[in-house]
């Protein structure tokens, strides 16, 4: 669930429209003390357990939503909050399949960071990728994180948040 003054995201990553466990995101409009449903969105393609709605923010007037088995490999889609129109899908290009990427996600007023919590080849047991805000007002990736342990099952990055300029991740 993502909420602000004026808007709620629910999500229902457990909805088959697109496929078995596909997902989807409800938006409302919150308006003199009355929720008044928008509209609904379903991942991009048809694909069986994307997981759209893994996790779901909204940030200033955009809303964004972790797809953590999108493409293999987990994605996270940005939209106008207003309209439900797609401004940027970010995905990894780096990683093997099934890392979760989206799992989880953050931002602050310069950085988004995304949560991509499962094993990869490399022995991490997951990571946070944190992209800045570049002057087209996109988000380009700038690092890796990776947590200190090599313990199996770690699931770094399952759980991210940031207030200021701190970042904590579980």
Known sequence: VGVSKSYIAI?????????????????????????????????????????????????NNELYVGASGANKTGAVYIYELATGILKQMISPTDIPEKIQFGKSIAANKNFLYIGASAQNLSGQNGSVYVYKLNENNEWSFSTKLYGDTTNFGSLFGYSISCQGNSLVVG
């Open 11 to 59: 999500s229902a990553i457990g909805n088959t429209k697109k496929g078995f466990m596909s997902g989807s995101v409800s938006i409302y409009r919150i308006l003199n003390d009355d929720i008044t449903f928008l509209y609904e969105l379903f991942p991009l393609t048809s694909q069986k357990k994307s997981y759209f709605g893994d996790d779901v923010k909204i940030i």
